[in-house]
């Protein structure tokens, strides 16, 4: 069955502490893995694709990296803007098309 | 800016009662998915709708269903409202079922009470 997890559930910093976010999947024949930004009560927000393991991303103070089985999200000296839910995604395995499965986030506080 | 708007922001709703949601895709967008996201969880898949017919369903009752219009518009219907369905819908829009890269709207808040 296809799954993904996300580590930490939430994670505190001090503004300029850096850290790292970890998304793990499990899905037959990866076409993609996503990350978005969510703020509370609003839609996703896209960040990064990535679609083979070793591809990396970058945007401002955010790197994503992907792996066979995990992707990680680093965040660099992140400034209190930087708050918000990070979710991964993946397409499902079974079909194509946008029907993805969704980890369930990692709410980052990132404290002044 | 993704250029896929939902309609209402808030919608507050009885029990038993029945909810039409709204949702406006890109321009050129033929598909649209919409998910259902629970306070603290992650958005789960309700259905996705191909050119106005549905092509693929998550695990949701037949109480959930949809529409899908030529003017890239579409709905979401949901019957005999139950406490369980207050969350933030999503719509996401598609520029074909064969792509994964998907747009997300801002989402409806409903809250059933």
């Known amino acids: 069955e296809d799954q993904v997890t996300q580590s930490p559930e939430a994670l505190r910093l001090q503004e300029g502490e850096s850290s790292s976010l970890n998304c793990s999947y499990t899905?037959?024949?990866?076409?993609?893995l996503f990350w978005y930004r969510q703020d509370p009560g609003k839609g996703p927000e896209f960040l990064f694709t990535?679609?083979?393991a070793g591809e990396e991303k970058e945007k401002e103070r955010l790197k994503a990296t992907l792996t066979k089985k995990e992707s990680f999200l680093h965040i660099t000296a992140p400034k209190p803007e930087d708050s918000a839910t990070y979710l991964c995604?993946?397409?499902?395995?079974?079909?194509?098309?946008?029907?993805?499965?969704f980890g369930p986030g990692t709410r980052l506080s990132v404290l002044p | 800016e993704t250029g896929v708007t939902q309609s209402p922001t808030h919608l507050i709703k009885t029990r038993g009662q029945q909810v039409t949601l709204r949702c406006s895709s890109q321009?050129?967008?033929?598909?649209v998915s919409w998910y259902q996201q629970a306070l603290g969880q992650g958005p789960q898949f309700i259905f996705q709708?191909?050119?106005?017919?549905?092509?693929g369903r998550g695990n949701f009752p037949p109480r959930f269903s949809g529409l899908q219009f030529p003017n890239y518009s579409s709905e979401l219907n949901v019957n005999a409202l139950e406490l369980d369905d207050s969350a933030l819908y999503l719509c996401?829009?598609?520029?074909?079922?064969?792509?994964?890269?998907?747009?997300f709207g801002p989402g409806t808040r409903l809250t059933v009470t």
């Open positions: 995604a993946v397409p499902r395995g079974d079909n194509y098309g946008q029907n993805f499965v």
């Open positions: 899905v037959s024949g990866l076409r993609g």
């Open positions: 990535l679609y083979s």
């Open positions: 321009s050129g967008h033929n598909t």
């Open positions: 709708y191909y050119r106005e017919e549905e092509n």
């Open positions: 996401a829009s598609n520029v074909d079922r064969g792509r994964v890269e998907q747009y």
